[in-house]
């Protein structure tokens, strides 16, 4: 699967995922917010590569893990609306 492809299967389910909990709270007079999604650029040296993923993600160090984890959490908290550090 190229990578475009993930893409796109990605952002389908989250535009499926995101017009069933708009069907839901409409069935319960609730008004989905606005949602918007963070552009925090990844911290670590992403390139293409023949590795596989599974090899790489075991080949980071512990700080670039950390790193990792923390973009991510960081996504997760602008997402909820608040940072959780």
């Given at each position: 699967?190229?990578?475009?492809?993930?893409?796109?299967l990605?952002?389908?389910?989250i535009?499926?995922?995101?017009?069933r909990?708009?069907q839901?709270?409409?069935?319960?007079?609730?008004i989905l917010?606005s949602?918007t999604f963070?552009?925090i650029?990844?911290?670590?040296?992403?390139?293409?590569?023949?590795?596989?993923?599974?090899?790489?993600?075991?080949?980071?160090?512990?700080?670039?893990?950390?790193r990792?984890?923390q973009?991510?959490?960081?996504?997760?908290g602008?997402?909820?609306?608040c940072?959780q550090r």
């Amino acid at each position: 699967m190229t990578l475009t492809a993930a893409r796109k299967l990605i952002e389908g389910g989250i535009t499926e995922r995101i017009s069933r909990l708009d069907q839901y709270l409409k069935a319960r007079n609730a008004i989905l917010p606005s949602i918007t999604f963070p552009a925090i650029e990844c911290p670590l040296r992403i390139a293409p590569s023949t590795v596989n993923h599974v090899d790489w993600v075991k080949s980071l160090s512990d700080e670039d893990v950390r790193r990792g984890s923390q973009w991510l959490q960081d996504i997760v908290g602008s997402v909820v609306g608040c940072e959780q550090r």
